[in-house]
């Protein structure tokens, strides 16, 4: 497969952009390959700029759910876009989009859109600190809530106490309010907190996790957490950006029946235009700003064009027997990869919730992430560059999620299958 153009307009990229790209896990680095350029993109497909098709489980990284291209997303926009991109001035489609979100999502009775999952994320958690009076904040390590500098921390080795961060730029004094818990582990929740009396604001947690491969939360997990938040007058956040109207209509929180304080959106509700979201109960909600005292606000928030994709997505999946049809094709790809592997004598480790799956190259049950980490990705990287040949577009690293879409066919998908069963009897 010819990779020329692409290398040249990387090339090019890396002169104006630092890396190349917007967003650091677009330069493949972690499969040590130079990333593709993308031309255009249609239903299941997304095609670049050297002229080769892929099957795409990315999907713009979960956005596009509906698939690209939506006949009725393309209208909403181009109809929108006539009118005027952008007022700065309230717009009746800013309440259409959070009535859908509010009668959707079970814990929300009111919502403040932002323009980025990140903005989403970090205002969840000022308006936790600003209703509850507390400075520190429970994550997981390995849960990914966007790039804020309170939320690029992870644990150091054993039951931290103080965060450490991520990054340089990062100040310790900012990471210190961030301790880290283990997925899953409702003891190392506990841990901390009885270090940590009347401290915590809120706990933060992906209801299934996205962003270390795709890991569920094991029974009792999330029940668990909803009662230690409710007796300790600890916020509970679900960080639904990426599992919102993703694992089923209402998210996380409804396949659950795990109800959290707050939550917040991003991705799907943007229908590819860039959208977040936050929202909860209505007496932490009226605590925002302008109503409250807790600021927060955005030029560009509630943008007219991203208000009409993410109404013309909602509608699209508020169809009847959307999430079952996307249920089965899911289900047939993820178990039909593993079975590919499983005969190649390569046994992987296959994790799926709704149309959102993972083959973790492990011969072990992936729980959290000291269990993620352990994956061999050297031969994911192999696995990732033998799909990418046989035209089967994924993420270019083990610890993300593939998409599924409701566009994707059973011809993609049994396509999809025969290609992993070719890279999996090459790595074997
Ligand atoms: C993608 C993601 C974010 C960040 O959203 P951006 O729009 O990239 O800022 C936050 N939380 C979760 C769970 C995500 O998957």
Redesign the pocket.
Known sequence: MNHERSSLLFQQAKAAIPGGVN?PVRAFKSVGADPLFIKKASGSHIYDEDGNTFIDYVGS??PMIVGHCHPDIIIAVQDTMTSGASFGAPTERETVLANLVIDAVPSIEMVRMV???????MSAIRLARGCTGRDKIIKFSG?????SDS?LVKAGSGAATFGVPDSPGVPADFAKHTLTAEFNSLESVSALISTNKDAIACIIV?PV???MGTVPPREGFLEGLRDICTNEGIILIF?????GFRVSYGGAQELYGVTPDMT?L??IIGGGL???AFGGKREIMEKLSPSGGVYQAGTLSGNPLAMSAGIATLNILKQPGFYKTLEEKSRAVAEGIANAAKKAGYPIYSTRVGSMFCAFFSKSEVYDWPSASQCDTKAFASYFLGMLDEGVYLAPSQFETAFVSATHTSIDIDKTIEAAAKCFKMIA
């Open positions: 967003s990284w979960g323009s980025s999952g990140t903005e989403a994320t849960c990914y809530h966007g790039h939320l992906e996790a996205g962003n960080d639904e950006v990426m599992s917040t991003g991705k860039p959208v977040g």
